[in-house]
């Protein structure tokens, strides 16, 4: 396994297993990560420094290719669990455009980021993202933000406006705002799953999708578009849904870490990725900050957006469409053009070919520009 090729000689380094996987994921290909760690390796004397350095900011841009002259730099912007992971299809397609340089952004220290008040991480994230862009002389962008990304590529275009710096484009896609009061627990976790392609009846067989779906969304529309640890336990005796009332407490018994490795056990069976139930772990409790903080009251953005709307339905997303659109028609003051495409809310962006039409529909916000 690529990591544990490099663990060995990193040890030294006081480079972490972890934060090798997490590399991975910013790095997916071999050639970025094989560079990544010799450039650690060959700069012993300077890794204390160039840790300092990161830790002044709590995003990270990495240029990841495209032509540096062209006028409008590219910025693709992390969704929650704060990586480009989830666009290693659609990053290649960007670069191939060689429309202007492309920045990926990410998160580079998550401790500082969970630290953060839920209710300011995005307006704070947003204002700090601008800063660097006018700091790297950047005078022209093309913003691509999806899921939580929007959110904060919305808080940074408005600041962007501020600081005079052209938004030439703003494409979202599938950005879903959590405008309802959700708070932590299992039925969180069932949509946590879903980032990894598994489902809860892929994990546990007693129980099936559409029975969970069923109580979650019964409780979601009786109590107000709320979701409340104790709601489960009120509707407990009704018959219809006394068997996922005892499967959830049965969740409940069993401890989070062994949950946590029936999720990885169950994606290794089902090939759908690899990573450690510590690693898995770590990132559900940064998602869980991030979905916090998508509940946010954006304030009205003047301009234009292009807005690219997943057509198939997905288990355990709570945000429902009316209400997305909502959202985004009350804080946007210019024109939304809402475009349906491929896939759901995760495979929009993390399956090949949902990947290069939105690609195409990013190239086609740089054509029309006069």
């Given at each position: 396994?690529?990591?544990?090729?490099?663990?060995?000689?990193?040890?030294?380094?006081?480079?972490?297993?972890?934060?090798l996987?997490?590399e991975?994921?910013?790095?997916?290909?071999?050639?970025?990560?094989?560079?990544?760690?010799?450039?650690?390796?060959?700069?012993?004397?300077?890794?204390?420094?160039?840790?300092?350095?990161?830790?002044?900011?709590?995003?990270?841009?990495?240029?990841?290719?495209?032509?540096?002259?062209?006028?409008?730099?590219?910025?693709?912007?992390?969704?929650?669990?704060?990586?480009?992971?989830?666009?290693r299809?659609?990053?290649?397609?960007?670069?191939e455009q060689?429309?202007?340089?492309?920045?990926g952004?990410?998160?580079?220290?998550?401790?500082?980021?969970?630290?953060?008040?839920?209710?300011?991480?995005?307006?704070?994230l947003?204002?700090?993202?601008?800063?660097?862009?006018?700091?790297?002389?950047?005078?022209?962008?093309?913003?691509?933000?999806?899921?939580?990304?929007?959110?904060?590529?919305?808080?940074?275009?408005?600041?962007?406006?501020?600081?005079?710096?052209?938004?030439?484009?703003?494409?979202?896609?599938?950005?879903?705002?959590?405008?309802?009061?959700?708070?932590?627990s299992?039925?969180?976790?069932?949509?946590?799953?879903?980032?990894?392609?598994?489902?809860?009846?892929d994990?546990?067989?007693?129980?099936?999708n559409?029975?969970?779906?069923?109580?979650?969304?019964?409780?979601?529309?009786?109590?107000?578009?709320?979701?409340?640890?104790?709601?489960?336990?009120?509707?407990?005796?009704?018959?219809k849904?006394?068997?996922?009332?005892?499967?959830?407490?049965?969740?409940?018994?069993?401890?989070?870490?062994?949950?946590?490795?029936?999720?990885?056990?169950?994606?290794?069976?089902?090939?759908?990725?690899?990573?450690?139930?510590?690693?898995?772990?770590?990132n559900y409790?940064?998602?869980i900050?991030?979905?916090?903080?998508?509940?946010?009251?954006?304030?009205?953005?003047?301009?234009?957006?292009?807005?690219?709307?997943?057509t198939?339905?997905?288990?355990?997303?709570?945000?429902?469409?009316?209400?997305?659109k909502?959202y985004?028609?009350?804080r946007?003051?210019?024109?939304?053009?809402?475009?349906?495409?491929?896939?759901?809310h995760?495979?929009?962006?993390?399956?090949?070919?949902?990947?290069k039409?939105?690609?195409?529909?990013?190239?086609?916000?740089l054509?029309?520009?006069?």
């Amino acid at each position: 396994m690529l990591v544990e090729k490099y663990s060995h000689q990193c040890t030294s380094q006081d480079i972490s297993f972890d934060r090798l996987l997490r590399e991975i994921l910013n790095k997916p290909t071999t050639l970025e990560f094989g560079t990544f760690v010799e450039n650690l390796l060959e700069k012993k004397t300077q890794v204390k420094a160039v840790t300092e350095k990161k830790n002044e900011k709590l995003g990270l841009f990495t240029y990841k290719g495209g032509n540096k002259e062209g006028e409008v730099a590219r910025l693709v912007f992390h969704a929650g669990l704060g990586t480009m992971n989830c666009f290693r299809f659609l990053l290649p397609h960007l670069l191939e455009q060689n429309l202007g340089p492309v920045y990926g952004i990410t998160i580079q220290d998550m401790d500082r980021y969970c630290s953060i008040p839920a209710n300011e991480l995005v307006v704070k994230l947003g204002t700090e993202y601008a800063n660097t862009i006018v700091e790297k002389g950047i005078k022209k962008v093309q913003l691509i933000g999806y899921c939580m990304g929007g959110l904060i590529a919305l808080e940074t275009a408005r600041e962007l406006q501020r600081l005079e710096i052209e938004v030439e484009d703003f494409l979202l896609v599938d950005s879903a705002p959590v405008p309802y009061d959700i708070e932590e627990s299992i039925a969180l976790e069932l949509v946590f799953i879903t980032n990894y392609f598994i489902t809860v009846e892929d994990v546990y067989s007693e129980i099936t999708n559409q029975e969970l779906m069923e109580i979650i969304m019964h409780i979601f529309s009786s109590y107000g578009k709320r979701l409340h640890k104790e709601d489960f336990y009120e509707i407990a005796d009704k018959s219809k849904y006394k068997k996922a009332t005892a499967f959830l407490k049965k969740m409940e018994s069993i401890p989070i870490e062994q949950r946590f490795k029936d999720y990885v056990a169950t994606m290794e069976r089902l090939g759908r990725g690899e990573a450690s139930y510590e690693m898995l772990l770590s990132n559900y409790h940064l998602y869980i900050h991030s979905f916090q903080a998508s509940c946010v009251d954006a304030e009205p953005y003047f301009g234009n957006i292009r807005f690219l709307e997943a057509t198939e339905p997905l288990d355990f997303i709570f945000t429902q469409t009316d209400d997305m659109k909502a959202y985004w028609n009350d804080r946007v003051i210019g024109q939304i053009d809402y475009i349906p495409i491929g896939g759901n809310h995760v495979t929009c962006v993390e399956d090949e070919e949902n990947a290069k039409t939105v690609a195409e529909y990013a190239k086609k916000g740089l054509e029309n520009l006069e």
